[in-house]
Antibody
Framework: QITLQESGPTLVKPTQTLTLTCTFS??????????VGWIRQPPGKALECLAL???????HYSPSLKSRLTITKDTSTNQVVLTMTNVDPLDTATYYC????????WGQGTLVTVPS | EIVMTQSPATLSVSPGERATLSCRAS??????LAWYQQKPGQAPRLLIY???IRATGIPARFRGSGSGTEFTLTISGLQSEDFAVYYC?????????FGQGTKLEIK
């Protein structure tokens, strides 16, 4: 059974750094072709891919957010961590992690609020 | 960045009828196109990948078609649980962009 679970703060102040952790089970991020990605969804809006990390360490970032994002993996603990620096109220969203590159399994999502 | 455009934004269809949702890519994505269903308060669910391959457990009434820049999701014999928001997504080129969604509502 494949599961993913996001964890992190629900409230982050502007200019602070947001750190989100995706803890997964039922698959290995060491297996060829496997990736884990972070996707966000502002309230009432569409989905946006933020970052993706592959089994071999390759990383991809949203071009518009690249300077603020870092994605890392720890295969020993089955975790993928996303950090976003200098958050802004526009970063208020539900943040999901999902198994990739085709996002076939998703976490339930975690709502992060950045107050104005 | 590849832009994905979905139409219509909202589609009103009666239960039992057929719904046709469209997705257009700003440049060719080959067959690297997925469709997701999202219900309120839930994570998206993968329906279709490879433009036409149904994901595990997805009923046959969901059918994907197209390639290149034009794609269609057809849902036949609409059931009450099918009314939701549908997103297309290309995974041919990073940044794996999503469309803005089509809301399928009960007529």
């Amino acid at each position: 059974q494949i599961t993913l679970q996001e964890s992190g703060p629900t409230l982050v102040k502007p200019t602070q750094t947001l750190t989100l952790t995706c803890t997964f089970s039922g698959f290995s991020l060491s297996a060829s072709g496997v990736a884990v990605g972070w996707i966000r969804q502002p309230p009432g809006k569409a989905l946006e891919c933020l970052a993706l990390i592959y089994w071999n360490g390759d990383k991809h970032y949203s071009p518009s957010l690249k300077s603020r994002l870092t994605i890392t993996k720890d295969t020993s603990t089955n975790q993928v961590v996303l950090t976003m620096t200098n958050v802004d109220p526009l970063d208020t969203a539900t943040y999901y992690c999902a198994r990739g590159p085709i996002f076939d399994f998703w976490g339930q999502g975690t709502l992060v609020t950045v107050p104005s | 960045e590849i832009v994905m455009t979905q139409s219509p934004a909202t589609l009103s269809v009666s239960p039992g009828e057929r719904a046709t949702l469209s997705c257009r890519a700003s440049q060719s994505v080959s067959s690297n196109l997925a469709w997701y269903q999202q219900k309120p308060g839930q994570a998206p669910r993968l329906l279709i990948y490879g433009a036409f391959i149904r994901a595990t457990g997805i009923p046959a009434r969901f059918r994907g078609s197209g390639s290149g820049t034009e794609f269609t999701l057809t849902i036949s014999g609409l059931q009450s649980e099918d009314f939701a928001v549908y997103y297309c997504q290309q995974y041919n080129n990073w940044s794996f962009t999503f469309g803005q969604g089509t809301k399928l509502e009960i007529k």
